[in-house]
């Protein structure tokens, strides 16, 4: 159990397009997903906490207009990157904890986006 | 604040070899949680282990253990009989009892070579 998938896995895209990257909870319901950004040979970074039916919580220096995130449902939550630049390449990571979790409750990976801004 | 440090870059060893990977932490809170996960070349990160503040047992699975010391402030993870399959970057993180962020250390790079 506790299987997280994301889609699509790679894209690669021009300059000034948006890209939707979906996170899905598939055999759980999620309270809450996690939406990080890795660099080549760096740890995760945190961009964002999303519950469901409510605005996300950025990290300071995230610009939540770039980065849009909707949490729709306790299984679905979707990051879009908005116009998109070579400086938002990167790897996307979503994760996801189970409903009623509590605090320190395991966070489940997805496989990551690896996304390519032309 | 909470901080992982993860001060080994890098680790080669040869096959069937143990080896260590350190983790410490720095908190304010007395409850806290702590977990190990792997990153395989793939890029999904696999969830390995989650120990809370009060439970120091040290806890074994397979070949892998933990060492958890909260004297030292240190959870630290050792491979017995590596295996090549084992060549990953594993991950420490810290969450507090106030949330459920994580914090990540900077991650080790394990290399088994056969």
């Known amino acids: 159990g506790a299987v997280v998938s994301q889609h699509p896995s790679w894209v690669i895209c021009k300059s000034g397009t948006s890209v939707k990257i979906e996170c899905r909870s598939l055999?759980?319901?999620?309270?809450?997903m996690f939406w990080y950004r890795q660099f080549p040979k760096q740890s995760l970074m945190l961009m964002a906490t999303?519950?469901?039916?409510?605005?996300?919580?950025?990290e300071q220096g995230v610009e939540k207009d770039k980065f849009l995130i909707n949490h729709a449902s306790l299984t679905l939550s979707t990051l879009t990157v908005t116009s998109a630049h070579p400086e938002d390449s990167s790897f996307y990571i979503c994760?996801?904890?189970?409903?009623?979790?509590?605090?320190?409750?395991?966070?489940?990976f997805g496989p990551g986006t690896r996304l390519l801004v032309l | 604040a909470q901080k992982v440090t993860q001060a080994q870059t890098e680790i080669s060893v040869v096959e069937k070899e143990d080896v260590t990977l350190d983790c410490v932490y720095e908190?304010?809170?007395?409850?806290?949680?702590l977990f190990w996960y792997k990153q395989p070349p793939s890029g999904e990160l696999v969830f390995l282990i989650r120990?809370?503040?009060?439970?120091?047992q040290n806890e074994i699975s397979g070949r892998y253990s933990w060492n958890f010391q909260k004297s030292t402030s240190s959870f630290n993870f050792t491979i017995t009989a590596s295996q090549v399959v084992d060549s990953a970057v594993y991950f420490c993180?810290?969450?507090?009892?106030?949330?459920?962020?994580?914090?990540f250390g900077a991650g080790t790079i394990l290399r088994v070579k056969s």
């Open positions: 994760s996801a904890n189970r409903l009623a979790g509590g605090p320190g409750e395991t966070q489940y």
């Open positions: 055999d759980f319901q999620a309270t809450t």
């Open positions: 993180a810290l969450s507090e009892a106030g949330g459920n962020k994580l914090v």
């Open positions: 908190t304010r809170d007395t409850t806290y949680y």
């Open positions: 999303s519950n469901e039916g409510s605005k996300a919580t950025y």
């Open positions: 120990r809370n503040s009060f439970d120091e």
